[in-house]
């Protein structure tokens, strides 16, 4: 089983950065696919989540409006589309698979490396 990330880099407070996760070893469509982030000094948190196998998204109020998830079935790949970023949303971003989406991850089975988000002010 993998999970890997990729899209992370710099960008200006206001910019756009869209992240893939690149899934492979389960059958994606049997999974909710979810972001997670750690800041620096921080606890993770759950960012967004997808359901690959109906399309049913959630995402945290600090990002609600801002981000969006979506999937690529036939790619096994889920990507954040993260727009109007800001200095907060710096983090290390994770995907991760698993069968239910809980804020604290306990729901996820599989994990990424992660990618590093830096939004400059």
């Known amino acids: 089983v993998q999970l890997v990330e990729s899209g992370g880099g710099l960008v200006h407070a206001g910019g756009s950065l869209r992240l893939s996760c690149a899934a492979s070893?389960?059958?994606?469509?049997?999974?909710?696919i979810a972001w997670f982030r750690q800041a620096p000094g921080k606890e993770r948190e759950g960012v967004a989540s997808i359901s690959t196998y109906d399309g049913s998204t959630s995402y945290s109020d600090s990002v609600k409006g801002r981000f969006t998830i979506y999937a690529d079935n036939a790619k096994n790949t889920v990507y954040l589309q993260m727009n109007n970023l800001e200095p907060e949303d710096t983090a290390v971003y994770y995907c991760?698979?698993?069968?239910?989406?809980?804020?604290?991850?306990?729901?996820?089975?599989?994990w990424g490396k992660g990618t590093l988000v830096t939004v400059s002010s």
């Open positions: 070893g389960f059958i994606f469509d049997d999974y909710v």
């Open positions: 991760a698979a698993g069968a239910f989406f809980t804020d604290d991850g306990e729901g996820m089975d599989y």
